[in-house]
């Protein structure tokens, strides 16, 4: 070996050792949806590119939110990467507890994120946290049902045609539910649903002066067509289901209708996991001709907490994670239909992904939620199926669980109502709102 050579192969033994002295063993808090699943799955890829390693933390929904707000809150350091949303970003940002990502790579092409989902994710035009994907809400629904029973779905329906389609397609016999909806207790789970349901029916949590509003109309509206629709046409146990337990039963062909995130069409389009995935059409989420329909807005997004001593190991795994090229890693080893939806406008001029059968619907859904304007009554909050303020979270845990005693019968709708209108503004005089 001549000198130069000699040189050389000192150079990379040096390089390598270096890398391998730098890598990392990320700890990351994520939830257990299909997309988060799948990307553990592809995580062998980011590993050979950096030579880190990551340890999951996979947690239901609720469970998650529990974990990484007290990590955060408590500087517990217990996790490198947090999979957190809309809410609690720009909350989080602003009091300085996130890692801002300000400085990603200029492949990363940051300028390339959804502006729904930047917005979101960002405390004064700085991002915080990077969309894994993006959503609204929409409707999936049964072709072969809607045939089957004489009726038909119109693009943009309302919710009295969406009552009558499902109680005309239950079939308690065959196992069939007309719909499949969220009444789980929690905040983002059940909470949500309702809370970007009431929207539609003209209903909102507080007045421009702070003051709860359950003892309207509206809301009394709102949980009253929900639970008849949901004990005619919906589940048992109902109340107790959350995304992934309606997901399941989409799959499974026991649901004429299922209204929630855009994210699951890919799923219940999936011949290797749906038995209805060549069955499946989608429409707008319902409204009640006021104004506003019932869709909401989320990103389920990745953000470093601040204090942690892998930083820089953390912004590569979200660049690696959040990028065109894992978008590309997901196509070709899971077909296009299956690429994580809804945070990169590149995405929605990709002809591949053009004809993509919930492409559109998904886009024209997450382009219509106005987190800045969403209920028919002005409403001193930002947020669709939340109120962007630190003590939401709390209350709407609270008021989500007396909803789902209702749904259960344990309680009348009149009772939550009242207790929610207790619980909410106690709380927002404790906090001093009022």
């Known amino acids: 070996m001549n000198l130069k050579n000699t040189l050389c192969a000192a150079v990379a033994a040096s390089f390598l050792t270096a890398g391998v002295a730098s890598a990392e063993n990320l700890t990351i808090a994520t939830v257990n949806n299909g997309d988060m699943i799948r990307m553990q799955g592809m995580t062998e890829d980011f590993t050979k590119k950096t030579g880190h390693t990551v340890e999951w933390v996979t947690l239901e929904e609720n ?198 995130a855009t994210v699951a069409a890919s799923f219940v389009t999936n011949p290797k996991d749906s038995t209805v995935a060549d069955k499946v059409g989608f429409a707008l989420a319902p409204d009640n001709g006021m104004g506003r329909r019932s869709n909401w807005l989320w990103a389920w997004a990745l953000a470093i907490p601040a204090g942690t001593k892998k930083e820089a190991a953390a912004k590569q795994f979200i660049e690696w994670a959040t990028s065109n090229g894992y978008i590309e890693l997901v196509a070709a080893k899971e077909g296009w239909a299956n690429v994580p939806p809804g945070a990169r406008t590149s995405l929605y001029e990709n002809p591949n992904y053009k004809d993509i059968p919930f492409a559109k619907m998904t886009l024209e859904s997450i382009l219509s939620a106005d987190p800045n304007n969403s209920t028919v009554e002005p409403s001193p909050y930002v947020g669709v199926q939340f109120a962007a303020i630190p003590e939401f979270a709390g209350i709407a845990t609270e008021v989500s669980q007396e909803f789902s005693a209702a749904y259960a019968g344990k309680q009348s709708i009149a009772a939550a109502l009242q207790k929610a209108q207790t619980i909410t503004n106690d709380a927002m005089e404790a906090a001093g709102y009022k």
């Open 63 to 260: 469970v998650l939110r529990q974990r990484v707000t007290t990590d955060i809150t408590t500087k517990g350091g217990a996790f490198d990467i947090m999979t957190i949303g809309m809410y609690e970003t720009p909350i989080w940002g602003k009091n300085g507890w996130l890692v801002p990502l300000n400085d990603l790579s200029e492949g990363y092409n940051a300028a390339d994120i959804l502006p729904a989902m930047a917005g979101g994710l960002s405390h004064e035009g700085t991002l915080f946290a990077a969309p894994f994907y993006g959503e609204s809400s929409m409707i999936m629904y049964r072709k072969d049902l809607f045939e089957k029973a004489g009726i038909t779905m119109p693009k943009s329906p309302s919710w009295s045609h969406i009552a009558r389609a499902a109680r005309k397609m239950t079939n308690r016999e065959t196992g069939v539910n007309g719909i499949c909806l969220r009444g789980k207790a929690g905040w983002g789970e059940g909470g949500a649903f309702i809370t970007a349901m009431s929207n539609s029916f003209g209903a909102r949590w507080f007045d421009d002066k702070w003051n709860a509003q359950f003892d309207t109309r509206e809301w009394s509206d709102t949980l009253n067509f929900f639970k008849n629709m949901m004990d005619d046409a919906g589940p048992a146990g109902y109340a107790t289901n959350g995304f992934n337990e309606n997901l399941s039963l989409f799959q499974q062909g026991k649901c004429g209708m299922w209204i929630d």
